[in-house]
């Protein structure tokens, strides 16, 4: 709605750039989004990161004053992925490692959960593979009570189904197109896995947990979660 006013993209830009650049903490999070998409401005992926960096590195006392919880940690997310995947900044997968840790230290956060235990699966920077270590964070991302990761409910389905290979995401659109409604739980989660234990847990832990995260990844499925 442009209020009689005129609606200007690069006019809002320059106003969100002049606020940011006047020290209101807020701003840079629109000058960040502009930078990101091209909105009112050119795409430019390093100003977006400085953007970005202008808010991620300000004292938390601080940031609380301007930002929800959440949106600290979505900022945070944000940052940690542009570092690790090297948009606007050199790619720098130890540091990531260390922003990740950080934000699962500070706000539980299932996504930061997953890339550790992607980090230890697949023995980033310093570490060795090792997937113990990876099992244990997809599982706490997996059962994070907060915010549950569907990623990480896929990796551990395989896992536990022996099947490192198997994507629960792909075989899941299938599956969610043929359920009827009503159809319980624990038969989608047999469609998913190709018919095998359709609806009945295993006699051993591994059978349990495989069963387990297949039905999670169902449930994911019926809420619209791929």
């Not at 999070?29 to 202008?54: M, P, Q, S, W």
């Not at 997968?93 to 299932?110: D, G, H, R």
């Not at 998913?192 to 499925?221: C, F, Q, T, W």
Request: charged share 25%; with cysteine; hydrophobic share 35%.
């Amino acid at each position: 709605e442009d209020n009689g006013i005129g609606i200007s993209p690069k006019t809002a830009f320059n106003w969100y750039n002049l606020s940011a650049t006047n020290g209101y903490l807020k701003a840079w999070r629109e000058v960040c989004y502009c930078y990101k998409n091209g909105v009112g401005t050119e795409k430019n992926e390093k100003n977006a990161f400085i953007a970005l960096d202008h808010i991620v590195n300000t004292d938390t006392e601080e940031l609380k004053k301007y930002f929800s919880e959440d949106e600290i940690i979505d900022a945070s997310l944000l940052y940690a992925f542009d570092v690790y995947n090297g948009n606007g900044i050199k790619a720098d997968i130890e540091v990531a490692y260390k922003l990740f840790n950080t934000l699962s230290t500070n706000y539980n956060n299932s996504t930061s959960q997953f890339m550790l235990g992607e980090y230890h699966r697949a023995g980033l920077g310093h570490l060795d593979v090792n997937m113990e270590k990876a099992v244990y964070w997809y599982t706490r991302a997996a059962d994070n009570k907060k915010d549950p990761s569907p990623e990480a409910c896929d990796a551990l389905a395989a896992y536990y189904g022996e099947d490192e290979g198997f994507s629960i995401k792909n075989a899941a659109k299938g599956a969610a197109a043929g359920a009827v409604a009503g159809m319980g739980i624990f038969s989608i989660a047999g469609a998913i896995a190709g018919g095998i234990g359709a609806g009945v847990l295993g006699s051993n832990m591994r059978e349990e947990k495989k069963h387990k995260y297949y039905a999670k990844r169902a449930e994911d499925i019926r809420n619209g979660v791929i």
